[in-house]
Structure formats: structure tokens, C-alpha cells
């Protein structure tokens, strides 16, 4: 797995040096730069039915689809989002039902085993032309772990970090921290400045807690080299890194949204947007969405530094191959569902998504305009990790983003200790997981 975010990252910050490695789509009636051609499929339209867990993204997914339907005038994209912390639950259901979409983003890892285990999902390889173009190790996020067969075209990897606001550090005379006690000495000047320094939706466990224990805990606990060390059994959870990376979140709950853990991801994005906030520990996908709602602010990143003692070296930003679109068994659309996938495998989309979203689309040829989104993906590059729950922890029950955020706001609300939380994340994990030997 260390492999596969790590050839990622390179297919990023190498961007335009992979052109020529450039999937050419192949759809039936394809254009030579792999769009479809009109008039691709018969003249009577179908419409197929789009779904997705960004519901941020909903303008942005129109006109990218606006470009697919130009050219390709039989079928119509219905495209329908839902909230994130609701989406598996509703196409788990749907994906078994009658009014199952047609195409579905998925989850990766751990996360679209189950609708594979169901044979909710059609796959692709050997099927989508352009597929075999998006390097194995990224197609590994979104393959089976039993039979390796792939169930989606990636659509993104994405990164963690700190997302802050320039104008606020400008105004308090701040520079990005270089080490642990600077990032605590910079949070209490803002915070003596009546800013919340971290803007967090600590009552979202489903995706915004773990996450943020990540950002926070990915330098502490030390990266690859501690998840390689539980993979192998050589040390768990319980192991004194980990505990300290999880003491953190004790360190740093003055500086969080007042009432942490009834505060909505939504509402932590509301703080930040509307400059409450200065920074936001979070994923690289929120600099689209940010920078879309409020163009006047003019933000930047960085990840969590190392106090010098610390297993990690240099800051790690951890990364993971984000997910994938599908095609679901109940389609009756198959065919017009793989011609849009194959157009998802072109650089033509996947520079749409880049250009329009602000994601790092791992389509190699695409690059990057936007010198945040290189920032991202060059440091990836030089110092990534895993998001190690999600990436590793997520192939049984309970999963361990679970356990992560269970144990993060027992921290916040003073329920338990960091020793204690780390024990309750190994216990949770031994139920399923069985380190190789």
C-alpha cells in the first residue's frame, strides 16, 4: 500500500511528463484526444442516473457532465448528490433496490468491499477501455480484496493538511509553524485575537473526526514506518507513538470550535468561509469548495510539523486514493454507463475535475494550474503517509476511522484518557484484523 500512494503522488508532481502515457479513452466512435465522438451511441436519449456523496460539488459535476453530453447526445447525465455521512447507508439500500443508480461514486479500501461482497457492482477491468492507462497501484483503492477484480475508475487521490487563512495570519503578523509548540503558540495568538483558531465539525465521526486525528497525529505517530510496524505485528496500537499522537487532541482542544463535538462539518466550514476562523485541519478537496464560496479569501496550506523528538523527521502529510466511479449491476444502461466511465479515464476529464473542483485527478496528463493544488501534491510527493485507518483499517468491523473517531471525542469530552482510547482502538481492531506474519 505504501507503494501505491507513493506512485501517486509521483504521477502528480510528474503532471506533464506523463502526457504521452495519456489514456486514449477507445470508447465506440471516440475522438483521437479519447473524447467520445457524437453520435456514439443510438439517437434515442437515455438517461443515466449519476450519484455522488459531494454535495458541494453539484455545479461543478453539471458542467463537467455538460462537456460529456455535448458530445454524446443520446444520453442525458442525471446527476444527484447526498450528504456524506449518509451516502453509504443510502446506496448500500439502493444499489439493491429497483431504483438503483446507474453510476455511483464509491468508496476505496475497506470502504466499496461491501458493495463488492454484494455484487452491487459490475467490474470493470477488461471492460473500460483506458482504465489500464491509471497506474496499478492507484486502481489497488478501488479493487477487490479477495478476487483483485477493479470496481471503479479513480477519480482522486487526495491529501491532509492544515488549510489557513493568509489575510488572518497577515493581520496577527503570523508565520506558517514550523515545529508542534510553534503550531500551539500560533493558535493561542489567535485565539487572544477572538479568532477560533481550528475551525472542526467534531460531532461529524462519520468523516471530519477521524480526519482531523490524522492531520493532527500523522507526524506524532510517525507515517509508513509505524503503519508498516502494525501491518508486520511488530507493534500496535497501544505502542507509545500512538498513544502520544492521540494526546494531541487533548493539546489542542482549547484551540477547536467551542463545543467541539456538537459542532457540524458545516458549521466548521461556515467558520472558516466566513473568517471566524483561521485555520482548517482537513482535505485537499476543500480548497475547491472554499475558494468557489468565498473568493475573497485568499488561503493557504501546510502540514502538522514535528517538535524535534518526534518519529517523523520532516511534517508527513498523509494521503489515500479517494475512491472511484462504478457501474452498479442493476444498471439497465450498461453499455452508455461504460462509455461514460471510459470518458472518465480521459484527460479530458480528468483535467475538468482538476480545473474545476481543485482535486488532484490521478489521470496521468493532467496538471495543475493552481500552485496550492501543486503545493499539495509536491509534498505528497516528498513526505507522504497513508491515512492509515482508511488506507488499512477499514477490510472489517468495526472499521478503524470508527474506533479513531469514537476515541477522538471520548478525548474531547474528558471520557477517556489517551492510553485508554488507544486500547479501545486495539481492542476494536482485533476482532478482524490479523497482522501478517
Not at 515545529?179 to 493561542?188: A, F, N, P, R, Y
Request: include cysteine; hydrophobic fraction near 40%.
Amino acid at each position: 500500500m505504501k507503494k501505491s500512494l507513493l506512485t501517486a503522488a509521483s504521477v502528480f508532481s510528474l503532471g506533464a511528463l506523463l502526457a504521452a502515457c495519456a489514456p486514449g479513452g477507445g470508447s465506440s466512435g471516440s475522438n483521437d484526444d479519447g473524447s467520445a465522438g457524437e453520435g456514439g451511441g443510438s439517437s434515442e436519449q437515455v438517461t443515466l442516473n449519476v450519484w455522488s456523496w459531494r454535495v458541494e460539488d453539484v455545479d461543478e459535476y453539471n458542467e463537467i457532465f455538460a462537456v460529456f453530453e455535448e458530445q454524446n447526445p443520446d444520453i442525458k447525465i442525471e446527476f444527484q448528490a447526498f450528504k456524506d455521512t449518509e451516502y453509504n447507508q443510502i446506496l448500500a439500500t439502493a444499489l439493491s433496490a429497483s431504483d438503483s443508480p446507474d453510476v455511483a461514486m464509491v468508496k476505496s479500501y475497506g470502504g466499496i468491499q461491501g458493495n463488492i461482497d454484494s455484487g452491487s457492482l459490475v467490474p470493470i477491468d477488461g471492460v473500460v477501455e483506458g482504465l489500464d492507462d491509471i497506474p496499478q497501484e492507484i486502481q489497488d483503492g478501488v479493487s477487490g480484496v479477495e478476487d483483485g477484480r477493479i470496481y471503479g475508475v479513480p477519480f482522486a487521490t487526495q491529501t491532509l493538511q492544515v488549510t489557513y487563512n493568509k489575510g488572518i495570519f497577515d493581520e496577527l503578523s503570523l508565520s506558517v509553524p514550523q515545529t508542534w509548540d510553534e503550531l500551539l503558540e500560533v493558535s493561542q495568538t489567535i485565539k487572544d485575537a477572538d479568532y477560533i483558531p481550528f475551525a472542526v465539525g467534531g460531532a461529524d465521526v462519520g468523516s471530519q473526526v477521524p480526519i482531523v486525528a490524522e492531520v493532527f497525529g500523522a507526524s506524532r505517530y510517525g507515517g509508513w514506518e509505524f503503519f508498516d510496524a502494525v501491518q508486520s505485528g511488530e507493534k500496535d496500537f497501544t505502542d507509545e507513538d500512538y498513544v502520544a499522537s492521540l494526546e494531541l487532541l487533548d493539546e489542542i482542544l482549547p484551540f477547536l470550535s467551542e463545543n467541539v463535538v456538537a459542532t457540524t462539518y458545516t458549521d466548521a466550514q461556515s467558520q472558516f468561509l466566513t473568517e471566524q476562523a483561521a485555520m482548517f485541519p482537513g482535505g485537499s478537496w476543500e480548497l475547491g469548495f472554499f475558494t468557489s464560496q468565498n473568493e475573497d479569501i485568499e488561503i493557504g496550506t501546510f502540514p502538522v510539523p514535528p517538535n524535534p523528538d518526534w518519529p517523523a523527521d520532516e511534517p508527513i502529510t498523509p494521503g489515500f486514493v479517494d475512491g472511484g466511479w462504478a457501474i452498479a449491476t442493476k444498471s439497465d444502461h450498461q453499455d452508455e454507463a461504460k462509455r461514460l466511465l471510459e470518458w472518465m479515464t480521459t484527460v479530458e476529464f480528468g483535467q475538468l475535475f482538476a480545473d474545476k473542483l481543485r482535486q488532484m485527478s490521478p489521470i496521468p496528463g493532467v496538471t495543475f494550474e493552481d500552485p496550492i493544488q501543486q503545493e499539495m501534491a509536491d509534498r505528497f510527493a516528498e513526505n507522504g503517509g497513508p491515512y492509515m485507518m482508511l488506507v488499512g483499517f477499514r477490510y472489517g468491523q468495526p472499521w478503524g476511522t470508527e474506533l479513531l473517531a469514537d476515541a477522538t471525542q471520548g478525548i474531547w469530552l474528558g471520557k477517556k484518557t489517551a492510553p485508554e482510547a488507544a486500547q479501545d482502538i486495539q481492542t476494536g481492531l482485533e476482532a478482524w484484523f490479523v497482522p501478517n506474519e
